[in-house]
């Protein structure tokens, strides 16, 4: 069974600070997705990581994929208050007949303070 | 493009009441998803379907059944709701994986459902 577990669950940061969420899963897989929620509303796609060694850049936010380690950070540079949201990153389990099976990590609740 | 839409947005039952979540979307996509999503527990997959025809259970089918109507609708199904499935639902979809295409998948707006 994949595991997939974020750390932090919470985190409060300062605007200016940096900081880096990380994702851990269990089982071997090469496909990691990052996503954001704001409250009340649906998912939206970050970062979409295929391959071993990937690292995408979008604004302040950076995502990288280990998986060797099995793992993918999500680093935040110079937070702003814009950035306040949860972070989800997804593994996917396995693809079928063209569809994957994704398994969510619990989300990270980060909170950017003036 | 409206994307992925979803019906109703909010829905309040009363245990044991039936009722199917709309999904649609407009991307030509083969593949479309159910996930719930509950407090502190991140998204569980209900059912998926890898092409119009085909459905498949996820991590928690228990309660639901999935209809996948045509390549565009699948609508979620709860014959007799009970309050555990309190929640809020979303659908997804994404490309059919076939070589060089990426596999994101793209979210509805949700379902919040309250079962009393």
């Known amino acids: 069974e994949l595991k997939v577990e974020q750390n932090p669950l919470f985190l409060s940061m300062q605007e200016g600070k940096n900081y880096t969420i990380y994702c851990n899963y269990s089982?071997?897989?090469?496909?990691l997705y990052w996503y954001r929620q704001d409250p009340g509303k649906s998912l939206e796609s970050l970062f979409v990581?295929?391959?071993?060694?990937a690292v995408k850049q979008e604004g302040r936010l950076m995502a990288s994929l280990d998986t060797k380690a099995r793992l993918s950070t999500l680093h935040i540079t110079a937070a702003v208050h814009d950035l306040s949201a949860t972070y989800f990153c997804a593994v996917d389990l396995e693809t079928q007949g063209g569809s994957e099976k994704l398994v969510f990590g619990k989300g990270t609740k980060l909170t950017v303070n003036p | 493009n409206a994307g992925v839409t979803q019906t109703p947005k909010f829905q309040v039952l009363k245990t044991g009441q039936s009722m199917t979540l709309q999904c649609a979307q407009d991307?030509?996509?083969?593949?479309m998803y159910w996930y719930r999503q509950d407090p502190g527990m991140g998204l569980r997959l209900i059912y998926y379907s890898a092409s119009e025809g085909t459905t498949d259970k996820g991590e928690v089918p228990n309660g639901y059944n999935v209809s996948r109507l045509n390549k565009r609708e699948f609508s979620l199904r709860l014959e007799s709701a009970a309050p555990s499935q309190t929640s809020v639902y979303f659908c997804?979809?994404?490309?059919?994986?076939?070589?060089?295409?990426?596999?994101?998948?793209?979210f509805g707006p949700g379902t919040r459902l309250t079962v009393l």
């Open positions: 991307m030509n996509h083969n593949s």
């Open positions: 089982t071997t897989s090469d496909r």
């Open positions: 990581l295929l391959s071993n060694g």
């Open positions: 997804a979809s994404s490309d059919s994986g076939l070589a060089g295409v990426v596999d994101e998948q793209f």
